[in-house]
Nanobody
């Protein structure tokens, strides 16, 4: 069983930056493929970014490419999402997800077994 805990969300203004953290409660964190997803009020859960076990392979949603950076520190059992140039459209609950079985990474939410409880990001205009 893996417990994922997000932190770092908050209320910011458009153009600001914010960094989300996702800590994993497992000694095999480096074996997890991980990703970030988000869900806006009334919307479907959507892919944001994903990262392979070593961090060598990364993929972003087009909507965040060039503004968000995903990374991980396996020594600290933590994944990060650095968000810059935030827009009101980025307002959502952000979730981290993880799975042991994936080959490299995935942008499909149904490929991930473990999910965090979510952290709210609100961007005001």
């Amino acid at each position: 069983q893996v417990v994922l805990t997000e932190s770092g969300g908050g209320l910011v203004q458009a153009g600001d930056s914010l960094t989300l953290n996702c800590a994993g409660s497992t000694t095999t964190f480096s074996s997890l493929v991980m990703g970030w997803f988000r869900q806006a009020p009334g919307g479907d859960r959507e892919f944001v970014a994903c990262i392979s076990r070593t961090g060598e392979k990364i993929e972003y949603a087009d909507s965040v490419k060039g503004r968000f950076t995903i990374s991980r520190d396996n020594a600290k059992d933590t994944m990060y999402l650095q968000m810059s140039s935030l827009e009101p459209g980025d307002t959502a609950t952000y979730y981290c997800a993880a799975d042991y079985r994936l080959l490299d990474y995935s942008d499909r939410d149904f490929d991930y077994v473990y999910w965090g409880q979510g952290t709210q990001v609100t961007v005001s205009s």
